[in-house]
């Protein structure tokens, strides 16, 4: 979540947060979160002042580049002789 909050700025995040909650929304996984702020992105941007999909590609980017780095670093590990 502290990636969210980077991208979109603590009130803004705190804003959402509190919405899905109004709204009985699951906010444990980032994939609960993602598709609440896409269902509902016309509402949200007004209280936000951001368009939360827009952040939320910053975030989703980040995911992908740590899961290619962990299956780098992962065969790397191999490739040296670890196990």
């Not at 959402?16 to 906010?27: G, I, S, T, W, Y």
């Not at 790397?76 to 002789?81: I, L, P, R, S």
């Given at each position: 979540?502290?990636?969210?909050?980077?991208?979109?700025?603590?009130?803004?995040?705190?804003?959402?947060?509190?919405?899905?909650?109004?709204?009985?929304?699951?906010?444990?996984?980032?994939?609960?979160?993602?598709?609440?702020?896409?269902?509902?992105?016309?509402?949200?941007?007004?209280?936000?002042?951001?368009?939360?999909?827009?952040?939320?590609?910053?975030?989703?980017?980040?995911?992908?580049?740590?899961?290619?780095?962990?299956?780098?670093?992962?065969?790397?590990?191999?490739?040296?002789?670890?196990s």
């Open positions: 979540m502290l990636d969210i909050e980077h991208a979109m700025g603590a009130s803004a995040v705190t804003k959402l947060f509190l919405d899905m909650k109004e709204n009985r929304a699951d906010r444990r996984k980032w994939e609960d979160i993602d598709r609440y702020s896409r269902m509902n992105q016309e509402r949200l941007f007004k209280p936000l002042k951001h368009d939360p999909v827009k952040w939320e590609g910053n975030v989703d980017g980040v995911f992908s580049t740590g899961f290619s780095l962990e299956t780098e670093w992962k065969l790397a590990y191999k490739v040296a002789g670890n």
